[in-house]
């Protein structure tokens, strides 16, 4: 039989006890789920940890369903939420399932992966059905839920088809047959209401198994949302300088949650840093791009030096050149924050700070300017002035 702890590995929950081992003792291959909703374009390093579990499923020889929840984003996930999510376009939610299977396939064997999208069998419910379904859970247990019960205590409305979400995410695992779903620990409630709902609808109950959520750089949970995130198909240089933002204090969880290792007791928290940061990148773009940010994230970071590729940006036409203006075209900040930056000394050209707010154009356009430590550019001539 597969090694339980394994495919348990940085598992909070697997529920109900003794149901897996029971699972896999009949030699069959498992079905094991998962399902995101589409509300942003990217799966980050934190939505990738029960990625992980299911790979692990694969290589012991079991079937990953990945379940893409383009119909259940259209009503949004109550989970973790004081109110309601805000409903995304369709167009939106089409463009960003078509992004996640290749970004999935960066961590799950495509070769042992069905992909699905619940509109298949949610779109075709008729009213009847829906209405089977629903007998399955009452409004009390569906009130149990914590952030339900709270909303609900402070007389915040809930709306009926947030109600209905778990019951549509555990309709998922009737319709896929599946024997383990997958899911952070704020999925629990979802999880077991497919338990539920897969007995009524006459199916033996899947085993749930639950991972950690990520805390970011901020100590808050990772969130493509809030943008406290590291997107899989983010560009090497931003997912090596995100992953370099991690705390010290956060590098034991990040190891063994991200990289499934342990964290030596004596290693030197910078070189650890740059360690995970080069696997980061490496899993999603490979190694030579890994070492690639590694030597930029170097070079403009830790040594204060330009990138080796500068961008360009035409400059609007005008001499003295008013330096707030050019900035804010040039890296998107507001004319306020590009005075504050001057002021402090944080806006250079080739190294020598510029201290006025209206610069020479030659002077401009002679070297490279740098606003803070990261943003670089070098001013050119717009085409129509050249």
Do not use: C
């Amino acid at each position: 039989m597969t090694d339980v702890a394994d495919l348990t590995r940085n598992a909070v929950d697997v529920l109900p006890a003794g149901a897996l081992e029971e699972k896999l003792r009949r030699g069959r291959p498992l079905r094991v789920k998962l399902g995101i909703d589409v509300t942003s374009p990217d799966i980050h390093v934190g939505r990738g940890i029960p990625l992980q579990r299911m790979r692990a499923f694969q290589d012991a020889g079991h079937v990953g369903v990945l379940i893409v929840g383009d119909y259940t984003t259209r009503i949004g996930d109550p989970s973790g939420r004081s109110a309601e999510r805000p409903i995304l376009a369709e167009e939106e939610i089409d463009a960003n399932a078509r992004t996640y299977v290749e970004q999935a396939f960066q961590i799950v064997d495509p070769e042992r992966t069905e992909i699905r999208f619940n509109s298949e069998w949610l779109a075709a419910l008729d009213f009847a059905e829906i209405l089977r379904l629903t007998r399955t859970t009452t409004v009390a247990q569906l009130l149990e839920r914590d952030d339900f019960a709270k909303r609900y205590a402070a007389r915040e409305p809930i709306s009926v088809s947030e109600l209905l979400y778990p019951l549509m995410q555990a309709y998922d695992s009737v319709a896929v047959r599946a024997d383990v779903e997958l899911g952070g620990t704020d999925q629990l409630y979802n999880l077991l209401a497919g338990r539920t709902v897969q007995e009524a609808y006459g199916q033996e109950p899947q085993v749930v198994l639950t991972t950690p959520l990520l805390l970011s750089w901020d100590g808050a949970k990772m969130s493509s949302s809030v943008g406290n995130n590291i997107p899989l198909t983010a560009p090497p240089e931003e997912q090596f300088g995100r992953t370099m933002r991690i705390p010290d204090a956060l590098l034991p969880d990040w190891y063994r949650l991200v990289w499934e290792r342990d964290l030596p007791g004596d290693a030197d928290p910078l070189e650890a840093k740059l360690a995970l940061a080069r696997f980061v990148v490496a899993r999603s773009h490979g190694a030579e791009a890994a070492a690639e940010a590694e030597a930029h994230f170097t070079r403009v970071v830790r040594e204060g030096q330009a990138p080796a590729e500068v961008p360009e940006t035409p400059l609007a036409a005008g001499d003295p050149v008013h330096l707030p203006a050019a900035l804010a075209a040039a890296f998107g900040l507001s004319t306020s924050e590009a005075r504050r930056l001057i002021a402090g000394g944080g806006v250079k050209l080739d190294g020598e700070p510029l201290r006025d707010l209206d610069v020479d154009r030659a002077t401009l356009l002679s070297g490279t300017v740098q606003a803070g430590k990261r943003r670089f550019t070098r001013f050119t001539e717009a085409a129509e002035a050249r």
